[in-house]
């Protein structure tokens, strides 16, 4: 696995602004698509390109355009839909996939409960969305299901990831799997009911308000 740590001024400025627990959810979506934005900068510095002929308006020239077939955007229901605008900003092409993955808040295990990707991404380099790499459970398991249909090119995007999460992924991910992981920072520690410490609390009832 490979970790990417962004460390820049703007990146941590709008963190701390997410960060803050009286920041509306208005707010939050937005800085939230900024930092995504920022972020898959750095997660699609590796993106595959070909060569392509084309003429400016001066003289005939050959560029670079993306390779089919097109990228694989998966955000990880529901919190990472709230990733997917800046990621869709700075790749349009892109085909999007969705994997709804829960936490049982019991048992902390993670049940799918819905799923729309291809039978085949062999050949896809495929983007996870989800804000929070806490246990790495989520994680884990939904690279676990790229893998099955074939995905080996895999780059987790998350804006916060707790040490115990990434140890997780070192040991539990699918070997086949060259995975890589972008995040703006790691915190602390998970507390007793696996939030990350200091965080920003629960990203999904922060985005989009909390459902009884
Ligand atoms: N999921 C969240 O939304 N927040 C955490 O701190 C951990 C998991």
Redesign the pocket.
């Known amino acids: 696995m490979e970790l990417h740590v962004l460390e820049h001024p703007l990146i941590e400025h709008k963190l701390t602004v997410l960060r803050d627990k009286n920041t509306p959810s208005n707010t939050f979506r937005e800085l939230v698509s900024e930092l995504v934005m920022l972020e898959a900068y750095e997660a699609t510095r590796n993106l595959d390109i070909e060569d392509r002929q084309i003429e400016t308006p001066v003289a005939p020239m050959v560029g670079k355009k993306l390779c089919s077939p097109r990228p694989m955007v998966v955000p990880v229901l529901r ?1 990472g839909l709230g990733m997917l605008d800046g990621m869709t900003r700075l790749l349009p092409t892109a085909e999007v996939g969705f994997l709804g993955m829960k936490r049982d808040e019991s048992t902390l295990d993670i049940v799918t409960y819905a799923n729309r990707l291809p039978e085949d991404l062999s050949g896809r380099q495929c983007f996870l969305l989800d ?2 790499l ?1 246990t790495g459970g989520t994680l884990v398991a939904a690279t676990h299901y790229l893998a099955e249909r074939g995905a080996k090119d895999v780059t987790a995007i998350n804006i916060l990831a707790a040490p115990e999460g990434l140890e997780r992924l070192k040991q539990d991910v699918d070997p086949s799997i060259n995975l890589k992981v972008v995040v703006c920072a790691v915190d602390q520690k998970l507390n007793e009911h ?3 410490v200091p ?6 009832d922060r985005l989009y308000g909390v459902i009884d």
């Open positions: 919190a804000p929070m806490a696996a939030y990350i965080g920003l609390g629960d990203a999904g």
